[in-house]
């Protein structure tokens, strides 16, 4: 069962990341600009998927019943008990607007999750400024032996290795503490047991697209880190991870890039129901 | 597919219910839902709160500034529920048969009897009365057009709506400044106006000669004289592939359109254009795909609408766009009537959209809106039914018929609604139906009818009984709603029925004795174009009276006021009174009224100056109606419209049933009002010229 949906979401991923490639301009637009624009067309498409995955004519009627009851409230305002029967019929009204609402909302989840991994590595983390320092940890499947490394990060001229490696045989893990150099996206090496691994490192300023983690064979991570191909099931190696900084912007970074995307992907879509004709 | 998108739907639960970033899915589709619904309880809960709150400073209100009855009312609340035309012949004989067990039921436990109509005994006159409690020299409401005192041509006599009287002329466009004015020309006013005075509430759903709807305290629907969306009284569209030789149809408009292959477009004409007077009216395009014989799609808008055969559609909405943001909606309902070998499609006139109203047709403005959004769209246009589709041959007996159908249940359902909302004070709502059923179908009641077919149609036999077993119906359920609610109930009409045989040319008659003198080559021109009014001393327009040509009311008038319009008046009514119908010899009027001597009020200058009491059978004819001048006196009538009530008010009494009784000789349509005040203990105001009716007491 996990190894299904493990492979159905590393296929959604490799179309997402087809996708995701519409998304280079983000590289060199304004982070504001970029973010706006992709809200909107998300909440335009959106709004397209739930007219199409939802019960339009029940919701335009729910809808209509809505209004009626708030109208019924103002109209004979002096009859308690008019009044207290329109409140009563304006929230089961609201309950069944939100039925109403679950199928579209569950079959969008797909998409909308696989659209947010994607949008994250814009918009979540930063790349690695020329000249800072990031830690590199890199998870191992079975026991790390103490006597002898068992990894190495070759040398790449894009980081200088300042220490490592740092083995935590408790976790499995093999830490490096590195310095970024040459601006730009680079494919580091690791070597383990005679195998060669790769991760994408991105360093430079700016807005980049930043995959934190290879991931290992697993969906939630794959989900999570769609852009690199999760390692195999047997591999030695499992998962390769580099410290990135968080965004730091008002519209960006772990918490309000997504904030700030929701909200403008609502608006739009409300605003943009009357042209596509949807009932909300 | 049903397997895979199970499994996409719980993929999707199952992300949204991991715990990291991903999890707190808040993508806009979980947005709308949630946010809809935590808007609507938001409302929900809001109002409640302010509602609670407001509610001690709005009684304290009431209680304050409130004016005072200064007796308790007897009932809770008063139901009147108008079955316009009802005869009172006609029940007495269905009650006699059995056929009407609620109507019996309700005779049973309060009155029956007889109620007097008004001169002319017609529904804009009588609604009019029955709402002031006023003869009409006082409400100004003679028939349904008056002819206007410049130009002669025929105006409504109950509403004038004008352009907004400023704009700013930008090259060929004109923007309006303002709404267009709607004046309502019925005087006095209603008794709803005086109970709102007294706080009670009022619920007053289609009376006639309510447009525009006036301020009250309740809600009020429109009716008789609300304009179609483009300013007529109900224009139908009929699109065609075959050409018709019967010449352009009275109250509609025929469009030959093209079949290409399977497909047939069309345009629905609207309003005039609102900022460019050359462009013509608005139009809205629309297509209809052939599927078969009985079947086809009409796409218009963004929307697609099945057409079955014989089968009306619902109310479609209809929006005409000038400029961004100016638009004008409508509905209409369309009937596909035939697809071979020719495309017969037919559109009702288009009614201003309730949800959307461009006039006020409404008081306050959101209660049309409120209905819409209640009960669905629904008739706006003050004629809802269209009797000229009929009259003309384009609708069949059975289409109009379900016309009638379909208004009749809108309308119940609006009231059953008001009913419900409005334990406490006024509720009147009238149905119209029965006055267009029996208008269209007393050919079939009429043996001697001259538009009576051969062959009657199995279905409408007996449509007349049908008509009033249905109201009895409808009266049953009304009755059922008001038990043991302190409600009095009133069933009434504003007139009755009887058949129309024969129309008089009034303008003919006048011709030919000396008084009206016509250009022969423009006789068939409407609205008195070929008349030569310097030398017209009386003309006929509308279904009531006799107009004297006077200097002092008309610009081209002849006849001095005073004296001479007195003489002439007498002559003409005496000479008019012993007309007979050279066919049976039988007398066509019963009383010829004058109008200073009939009516009393600040308004008796506006009356025809003779108003018209024919016999049973005969009526104005359609020619002397719009203004047309033939060349002979009496005319068979052959159309559809074979049943009427512009006769003398003796010949067509309406009915008064009450849920009480009520002791009272010959209670008359203008006692109502009085009557219905007094049962709220508020004072009769001295305007009102009907009399209290003694009801429920012994």
Sequence with gaps: MTSTLTTIVITLNAVANAFGQCLAPIGWLPEGLSLTLVAVVTGIATLKMFKYTSNQRAIARVRREIRANLLAIKLFKENLPVTLAAQRKLLVAALRLLGLAVVPMAVMTVPMVFLLAQLAQWYQWAPIPVGDDTVITLRLAGEIRPSRPVVKLLPHDAIEDLSGPVSIASLQQVCWNVRAHQPGYHSLQFEAEGERYEKQIAIGDGVMRVSPQRPSRDWYEALLYPWEKPFDAQSRVQAISIEYPERDSWIAGTDSWIAYWFIVSLVAGFAFRGVFGVHL | MTRLIRWLVLTGVGIAQTPDWASAYIGPGAGFAVGGSFLVMFAAVFSAVAMFLSWPIRYLWRVVFRKRSPKKPRFRRVVVLGLDGLDYGLTVRFLEEGKLPNLAMLQHRGCFRPLGSTLPPISPVAWSTFQTGTNPGKHNIFDFIVPDEHTYQPKLSSVEVRPPR?????????????????????????????LSDYGIFNCVLRVPITFPAEKLHGVQLSAMCVPDIRGSQGTFSLFTTRRRNDGTPTGGEVQIVQRQGNTVRGELVGPDHPLRKDRGPLKVSFTVTIRGNQWADLRIGRATYELRRGEYTSWVPVCFRTFPRVQVHGVCRFLLLATEPEFELYATPINIDPENPALPIGYPAVYPIYLANKQGSYATLGLAEDTWGLNEHVLED?????????????????????????????????????????????????????????????????????????????????????EGTDTLLMVLSDHGFTTFRRGVDLNRWLEENGYLVVDDTRRGEEYLAGVDWSRTQAFALGLTGIFINRQNKFAHGIVADGVDTEKLRTEIAEKLALLTDPMNGQRVFRHIYQAPKVYRGGYVDQAPDLILGYESGYRVSWDAAVGRTTTAVFHHNTKAWSGDHCVDPSVVPGILFCNQPIHAENPRLLDIAPTILNVFGVPVPDYMDGRTLDVGSS
């Design chain 2, 166 to 194: 400023r704009a700013i002329r930008l090259g060929p466009f004109r923007f309006p400044l303002g709404r267009p004015e709607v004046r309502m020309l019925r005087k006095s006013q209603p008794f709803w106006a005086v």
């Design chain 2, 398 to 482: 059975h289409h109009f018929y379900q016309q009638c159908l379909d208004t009749d249940r809108e309308r119940e359902e609006m009231f059953f609604d008001a009913l419900e909302k409005v334990p406490r004070g006024l509720c009147v709502c009238v149905f119209d139906g029965s006055d267009r059923l029996q208008h269209m179908f007393w050919r079939y009641h009429d043996p001697q009818h001259p538009a009576r077919p051969v062959e009657i149609p199995s279905d409408h036999v007996t449509a007349i009984e049908d008509l009033y077993r249905r109201m009895d119906a409808l009266v049953g359920r009304t009755m059922a709603r008001c």
